[in-house]
């Protein structure tokens, strides 16, 4: 199956700094997606970018399909963005490989 | 609009207890994941449903597992006998389909068996 990885495993930010997330995968895909666990446990779905560049408030995501890999960008960063950020991956079938994900503190 | 609605959120019961996780998927959508999370494996795809259809369980752990869709607004896991190793995080996602595949989840329902 396509192996996710993504990078840092942690990051601990000050409120208003800005932070790049990185997602690499070994194959070529169909579907991306990022998504937000909050503290509370809850999976929210941020992106659906297979490739190109969204925006969506202070997040931004970026997909280079042809060298295999996402950038989530988070811009003046706020405690309600603390969680952990998954990115998840399918190349043809239904099955969304998802990585270990990037844990993201931010300190008021 | 509604999200995935999943009962209950939290169940605690006893080795050997039977056990149902309930999801509601978005309406509209026809494609439904059942998910276990825990913090070893993280998140695996257990069961996938299709127009109601299951496609594919191979990602269901164990006979003690099943799952069932009986129409398109609702789907069912059943743990038969449970198991502390069970204990997890159960999330069902919803997609309008398969081709598309933008997935969304449920709030989970964490079970504990003691």
């Known amino acids: 199956g396509i192996q996710v990885e993504q990078s840092p495993p942690d990051l601990i930010l000050q409120e208003g700094a800005n932070s790049t997330l990185r997602c690499n995968f070994s194959?070529?895909?169909?579907?991306l997606q990022w998504f937000h666990q909050n503290p509370w446990g809850q999976l929210i779905n941020l992106f659906y970018?297979?490739?190109g560049t969204k925006q969506n408030g202070r997040l931004s995501a970026t997909t280079v399909a042809t060298e295999r890999y996402s950038l989530l960008y988070i811009s003046s960063s706020q405690t309600t963005d603390s969680g952990v950020y998954f990115c998840?991956?399918?190349?043809?079938?239904?099955?969304?490989?998802f990585g270990a994900g990037t844990t993201v503190t931010v300190r008021a | 609009d509604a999200g995935v609605i999943q009962s209950p959120r939290h169940e605690v019961t006893e080795m050997g207890q039977e056990v149902t996780l309930r999801c509601k998927p978005i309406?509209?959508?026809?494609?439904l994941f059942w998910y276990r999370q825990t913090m070893m494996r993280g998140l695996e795809l257990l069961i996938y449903?299709?127009?109601?259809?299951?496609?594919?369980d191979s990602g269901m752990p164990e006979d003690r597992f099943s799952a069932k869709m009986p129409n398109a607004s609702f789907s069912t896991l059943k743990i038969q006998p449970s198991e502390p190793r069970d204990s997890a995080v159960y999330f069902c996602?919803?997609?309008?389909?398969?081709?598309?595949?933008?997935?969304?989840f449920g709030e989970g329902s964490r079970l504990t068996v003691l």
């Open positions: 996602a919803s997609s309008l389909n398969y081709y598309t595949g933008e997935l969304f």
């Open positions: 194959d070529s895909v169909n579907n």
């Open positions: 970018i297979p490739s």
């Open positions: 998840a991956v399918e190349k043809d079938d239904y099955k969304l490989s």
């Open positions: 309406s509209g959508h026809n494609s």
């Open positions: 449903f299709n127009n109601n259809v299951p496609i594919d």
